[in-house]
């Protein structure tokens, strides 16, 4: 039994704690159901916080079922705090008349910048070379010391060149790389920049030394790297995810990465987040990352404040700046 919540202003119920200055501008305007927790909400506190809220601030780490929707009757938004939002039922959110809205944009460069981060981590071996320096056993330079590969000068491929896709390319410019991407739709070069080829999803995987993903993910993307896949890569190329862990198929990439049918991955998301399929760990031709694609203080600020903006814009009975639905 919900024991009843009174106010003036309209509840909102945030399923994390997010950064302190967008929960000043959240409690400015609305009444909390709860306070926000810094770790992941029960089935029954979601349950709670849902049905008492006229608005909802959730991560994509927070499935919002049905379930949840139905038991939600004053609800008016989901404010999705990610790009992604295939944790949310669309279907059952429209059947309730519920707008989902998403934060796009404000965490592009974040996401594209640690892109980089981790194509130069693995291909220069700078994970393994910092184990060595702190472990007090280096013992000093040698001709071949943890020889890497080159980044600069070889072939980026990108698959999904969506807003991050596409700053992930911009960056390849400054290291003199030819961009290959494969995507639903081709998009125009920028002025400036090295040609952006348009092709298929195979030449992509057998012409590149570098792979990024950048795709949503959805029932056709699931797995869209797997054993076949996998096998079309050169023996000396990379494979980078940023953007959802099942995007992969895990077991397949630590098989290919075992056998040395590629040289190496660099990952921040899994397809069984938190867990990593266990081997993976242990490679050295692997960077593992705790999903920090948007992590910094600036990016994950703007997502929160754009949740604001949304929310604001639907109880004030406005349209929202960044709807979601089952067409997109």
């Not at 709860?34 to 979601?46: F, H, I, N, V």
Request: aromatic share 6%; hydrophobic share 45%.
């Amino acid at each position: 039994m919900l024991t009843p919540v009174t106010s003036s202003r309209p509840f909102l119920y945030l399923t994390r704690l997010l950064p302190e200055p967008v929960l000043a501008a959240l409690r400015a305007e609305y009444a909390f159901v709860s306070e926000p927790l810094d770790r992941a909400p029960t089935t029954d506190e979601c349950l709670r916080g849902f049905a008492q809220a006229d608005a909802v601030i959730c991560t994509l780490a927070d499935p919002v079922t049905g379930e949840l929707l139905a038991a939600a009757p004053r609800l008016k938004i989901v404010a999705n705090y990610a790009v992604g939002y295939n944790n949310i039922d669309l279907a059952a959110a429209a059947r309730h008349g519920i707008i989902v809205t998403n934060t796009p944009d404000v965490l592009t460069d974040a996401t594209a910048d640690l892109t980089w981060a981790l194509m130069l981590a693995v291909a220069r071996r700078v994970i393994e070379g910092d184990r060595w320096a702190r472990s007090g056993t280096w013992p000093g330079w040698a001709p071949t010391q943890l020889l890497g590969t080159d980044v600069t000068g070889k072939t980026l491929g990108i698959i999904g060149m969506g807003r991050i896709g596409q700053a992930v390319a911009l960056r390849a410019q400054g290291f003199r790389m030819p961009v290959l991407y494969s995507s639903r739709r081709p998009c125009s070069s920028p002025f400036g920049s090295a040609t952006w080829m348009h092709r298929p999803l195979e030449e992509v995987l057998t012409q590149a030394d570098f792979i990024s993903l950048h795709v949503p993910l959805s029932d056709t993307t699931r797995h869209l790297i797997g054993a076949r896949e996998l096998a079309m890569m050169k023996p000396t190329a990379f494979l980078l995810n940023t953007s959802r862990g099942p995007v992969i198929d895990e077991a397949a990439l630590l098989a290919a990465l075992r056998q040395q049918t590629i040289a190496g991955a660099g990952l921040d998301v899994y397809e069984r987040e938190p867990l990593i399929a266990q081997g993976l760990e242990a490679l050295p031709n692997v960077v593992l990352l705790p999903h920090l694609g948007s992590a910094t203080q600036q990016a994950r600020i703007k997502m929160g404040m754009l949740c604001v903006e949304n929310i604001a814009a639907v109880l004030g009975g406005r349209p929202p700046l960044n709807p979601v639905s089952l067409k997109d």
